[in-house]
């Protein structure tokens, strides 16, 4: 297995890491059991991200997907920032080796849990949003069964 | 970064310097068939027995006792394999670990298929066996135990000795696979009571590609390959004979200066594990303080997943391993982490540093100066570590 040069970079030198105290959507998301958590934060103002920082605890490809996901949706608008799906994660990043693709399908679900939690804040509704899946609190407790 | 420091010797180690110059001439010069009858063979006949009885002195056994294999894997398959099919008319119950290789999990897992009984014995937070358990789980349909000398990943050393005298007491055969233990610690089959044991050559400086296995004289074992009559029928094909002969010179090496080799690592070992948790806030040792193998230190630290830090120390020149989940190939992380009672994401953020005698205090030095700044980074980065920060404020 080895990383694309792009993967190593955003590993090595990742962008946006984190914590925005006033951020106006915070999507965690996760799962301690497979060992990757991805919490994203995003400042959104007027309709667009005005910046996005990330906390991710994971592999290789965790981290670098989440770097490239937040490079990706920063000046976007949201539903501009909804494309950013895994696979256009995955493309920016030049590729991910075949068991770390759903390092990526995380960066997404980071992205649109920080979405949905803007959404739930500010009473909107964004179009094409679905609820986030995964309870990352439930989820450490399932970790620990067996 | 090329590598720097190479600390991943429980992986496999280099070919000692002695070993491949004993072992070149058996490529081009005596390169013949050792089943042959002309002059060129004889000196292969000749190495492939003096290899055999290097062997053997090295693990206290007879010289026809050992039959040489293509690795650790194939010597444990065989022993499994060989002993459950020639006794099955005995019984169909075979004993072993949750720790152990998967050349040994997934060969019972095959056996269980087939309709062997395999009872795994959990172990304590060192990763140790209790005697009880074992003695309790041995029924009159036992035919075998197989349990580990020294564990790969946490190096903890079992009581072999008493497990091999409690087998050898209720008439069960004793299988050890000792991959990580020969030419590293002690290993005595007569005095232990070892009736199988698995050994490998490229974890103590001989090529890859060769083992063995030691079958105690009367001990049915059912060869695995048929073909030639090669190895007294146990395992067919040509023998590897550069690879057999540097066995042989490369336990004969690690015996011989065992003790004093066993003390410089034990105190680079103790370093380096005392030193990283002095260093780094909430980590911990996996494995037994003192019943553990001399080169290895295995260390989880909370927050943080193994990949990452393997790969930032790759950058510094550090080759090192982890059990986490993504290095180990599945989701889950190391099951000898796990059978250990270490949660999931503290088995996730393990790290393993393997010496050998390639390592110097100097290399031990440099891995300390860099461990800690490449957890603070890690952590640094980490959710989990946020949410106990913000709890302490």
């Known amino acids: 297995m080895e990383y694309s040069e792009k993967v190593m970079d955003h590993f090595m030198n990742p962008r946006n890491v984190g914590v925005i105290d006033d951020a106006s959507g915070v999507g965690l998301v996760g799962n301690a059991k497979c060992g990757d958590i991805m919490k994203v934060y995003l400042k959104i103002e007027n309709g667009r991200i005005e910046d996005a920082k990330f906390k991710t605890f994971g592999c290789g490809a965790a981290v670098a997907t989440s770097s490239m996901a937040t490079e990706l949706v920063k000046g976007k608008t949201i539903q501009e920032a909804l494309e950013v799906t895994n696979k256009a994660v995955m493309e920016a990043l030049d590729g991910l080796p075949p068991v770390k693709v759903h390092c990526s399908c995380l960066a997404e679900e980071a992205l649109h849990a920080a979405l949905w939690d803007y959404a739930q804040k500010n009473e909107i509704e964004i179009e094409g949003l679905k609820p986030p899946v995964e309870d990352v609190d439930e989820l450490h407790h399932h970790g620990h069964e067996e | ?393």
């Open chain 2, 1 to 393: 970064m090329a590598t720097k420091i190479y600390m991943d010797n429980a992986a496999t180690t280099p070919v000692r310097d002695e070993v491949l110059n004993t072992v070149i001439p058996y490529f081009k010069e005596y390169y013949g068939n050792a089943s042959s009858v002309y002059s060129i063979a004889k000196e292969s006949k000749k190495a492939l027995e003096k290899a055999r009885e290097q062997v053997a002195k090295g693990i206290g056994a007879k010289t026809d006792e050992i039959f040489f294999t293509a690795g650790g894997s194939e010597s444990d398959n065989m022993a499994l394999r060989g002993v459950a099919e020639a006794l099955k008319g005995k019984g169909n119950h075979i004993i072993t670990t949750k720790i152990e290789h998967h050349a040994i999990l997934h060969t019972c897992e095959y056996l269980e298929k087939q309709g062997y009984e395999v009872t795994y014995l959990s172990v304590d937070e060192f990763g140790k066996i209790s005697l009880d358990e074992l003695e309790k789980s041995i029924r009159p349909e036992t035919i075998l135990i197989s349990v580990m000398f020294a564990n790969n990943e946490i190096g903890t050393i079992q009581p072999v000795a008493e497990i091999g005298k409690l087998a050898r007491e209720k008439g069960v055969l004793f299988h050890t696979d000792a991959v990580q233990a020969v030419g590293h610690v002690l290993v005595d089959v007569e005095e232990m009571k070892i009736d199988l044991l698995s050994l490998s050559g490229h974890k103590l400086g001989a090529p890859k590609g060769v083992g063995a296995i030691y079958i105690r004289k009367g001990v049915p074992v059912q060869p695995l390959i048929f073909g030639g009559a090669q190895e007294k029928r146990k395992r067919a094909g040509t023998e590897n004979i550069p690879g057999i002969v540097g066995l042989g010179k490369a336990v004969e090496l690690a015996v011989a200066d065992m003790e004093a080799e066993t003390k410089r690592l034990v105190e680079l070992r103790d370093k380096l594990i005392s030193e990283i948790l002095a260093k780094v806030p909430e980590s911990r040792l996996n494995g037994h303080p003192t019943d553990r193998l001399p080169g290895n230190c295995n260390i989880s630290f909370a927050y943080i997943e193994g990949e990452s830090m393997l790969l930032l120390l790759d950058a510094m020149g550090i080759a090192a391993s982890s059990g986490s989940a993504c290095t180990s190939g599945s989701l889950d992380p190391s099951h000898v982490l796990m059978a250990i009672g270490l949660p999931h994401e503290i088995a996730h953020g393990s790290l393993r540093l393997t010496l050998d005698r390639i390592n110097t205090p100097e290399d031990v030095e440099y891995v300390l100066n860099k461990v800690p700044d490449v957890v603070q980074k890690l952590r640094e980065m980490s959710p989990l570590y946020e949410e106990v920060m913000n709890k302490k404020v």
